[in-house]
Structure formats: C-alpha cells, structure tokens
C-alpha cells in the first residue's frame, strides 16, 4: 500500500477487502509513496519514511486485508470484538513507546497512520500498539522501543496510564475512548443510584456529630 495516498481502488469497505494480499504488497514496494522497508539493528524489519511529514499528515493509509478470529501480534482491533489484518506495509510498522504516529478510523473502517510528531526523510514511522488494540498480552519480551518514555513491557490501552491516554488524544481508534466514556458514565450512574439518607437517619448523625464535638 503506498504511503500517504488514498487507496487507487475506491474507497468502499467491501471492494478494499476482496483486493488480492499480493497486489497489495506490490504496490507497498512504492518507495515514491513516502515509506519503505528497512532493516533495524534490533527490531527486524521497520518502515521508514522516504520524505517528511507534518503533523497532522497521513502517512500511511489503511486497507483491511482480511477479517481475524483472534487477537494477536498483527492483528488490528478496530471495534471492542472485531480484529483485521491490514493490507502493505502496516503489519510492518514497529512499536514505540514514544510514537510519532499515531491512528485515525478511515471511511473504509481500516486505520491510517498519521503523524502526530513531525517526520524527516529517513525517520522510523512508529506508533502504539495501545492506540489500536485494548488488551496486549502476547509480548513477553522487553520492548525495545528505545524511546526515554519506555514502559519496558508493550501492553494494551487498557494498561496506559491515563496520563499517556490524554497524550494520545484524538490518535486513537475510537472505540477505546469510547470504552472508557462508558465506563465513565456508568460508574456516575452508580453513584447516583445511592438512596439519600432519611430525615431520622439525619438527625442520628447529628445527634453522633453532637456528641463527638461536646
Ligand atoms: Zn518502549
């Protein structure tokens, strides 16, 4: 898939999933696009951007592969019970605790990466995993982000101190906010839901309060 362009074949959820994998990868080979593969020293394959980017800017757009049954290393959460495999390069793009990309929901449902950090020629392109996938718990290893913001071990969003979470406001898949507003408004529905004390339960309190100041 090329990088920073719209797909050339539409836009339409289902005409993006019956696109052939290897048309896909083919066109991923366009370095013209803005990124290519590379080699890294410690983290296998990474793509790199080919020219700049600004904040703000897609770098990479989203094309759903295919539909997963399952949670795991490559596999994009794009709702709370739904995980794709994306199309090109995506798969590719390495982990990083400080990322300068981050995720936005295309029309087609799949997930651009865009820059949330400006990016010169030759950068690694990297985002969070926690800004695609609720629940990781299949990297075992130390991650090896490198960044000084490290948090040692790649997890999910719903591990992300809510400090992180604000920093990655509006470069998220939707839906992980939206788990959490819900959760939000549910525990306010709660505390709602606590009956007042009666009149007789009030003056009892008074009565101790009395005491206790006497
Ligand atoms: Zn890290």
Same mark, same amino acid.
């Given at each position: 898939?090329?990088?920073?362009?719209?797909?050339?074949?539409?836009?339409? /959820?289902?005409?993006?999933?019956?696109?052939?994998?290897?048309?896909?990868?083919?066109?991923?080979?366009?370095? %013209?696009?803005?990124?290519?593969?590379?080699? #890294?020293?410690?983290?296998?394959?990474?793509?790199?951007?080919?020219?700049?980017?600004?904040?703000?800017?897609?770098?990479?757009?989203?094309?759903?592969?295919?539909?997963?049954?399952?949670?795991?290393?490559?596999?994009? =959460? &794009?709702?709370?019970?739904?995980?794709?495999?994306?199309?090109?390069?995506?798969?590719? &793009? %390495?982990?990083?605790?400080?990322?300068?990309?981050?995720?936005?929901? %295309?029309?087609?449902?799949?997930?651009?990466?865009?820059?949330?950090?400006?990016?010169?020629?030759? =950068?690694?392109?990297?985002?969070?995993?926690?800004?695609?996938?609720?629940?990781?718990?299949?990297?075992?290893?130390?991650?090896?982000? /490198?960044?000084?913001?490290?948090?040692?071990?790649?997890? /999910?969003?719903?591990?992300?101190?809510?400090?992180?979470?604000?920093?990655?406001?509006?470069?998220?898949?939707?839906?992980? #906010?939206?788990?959490? %507003?819900?959760?939000?408004?549910? =525990?306010?529905?709660? &505390?709602?839901?606590?009956?007042?004390?009666?009149?007789? =339960?009030?003056?009892?309190?008074?009565?101790? &309060?009395?005491?206790?100041?006497?």
């Amino acid at each position: 898939m090329p990088c920073g362009r719209s797909p050339a074949w539409g836009t339409a /959820g289902s005409s993006l999933i019956s696109v052939p994998a290897g048309l896909i990868l083919q066109r991923a080979g366009d370095v %013209n696009g803005g990124c290519e593969i590379q080699r #890294t020293d410690a983290k296998g394959a990474g793509v790199f951007a080919t020219r700049s980017f600004q904040v703000g800017e897609t770098v990479m757009v989203g094309v759903i592969d295919r539909e997963l049954d399952h949670n795991h290393s490559h596999a994009s =959460q &794009v709702s709370e019970r739904r995980f794709v495999l994306h199309g090109g390069l995506i798969t590719k &793009v %390495n982990h990083s605790c400080e990322p300068n990309c981050g995720v936005h929901l %295309n029309a087609s449902g799949a997930h651009d990466f865009v820059a949330r950090q400006p990016i010169a020629a030759g =950068q690694e392109i990297t985002f969070d995993y926690a800004m695609r996938n609720y629940s990781v718990e299949y990297f075992a290893a130390h991650c090896q982000c /490198g960044s000084p913001r490290c948090r040692d071990r790649i997890t /999910g969003w719903k591990d992300l101190p809510a400090e992180r979470k604000a920093d990655y406001r509006g470069f998220v898949a939707p839906y992980l #906010t939206d788990i959490d %507003n819900q959760r939000a408004t549910k =525990q306010v529905g709660q &505390v709602a839901r606590i009956e007042p004390v009666s009149p007789q =339960q009030t003056g009892q309190i008074l009565n101790v &309060v009395r005491v206790a100041t006497e």
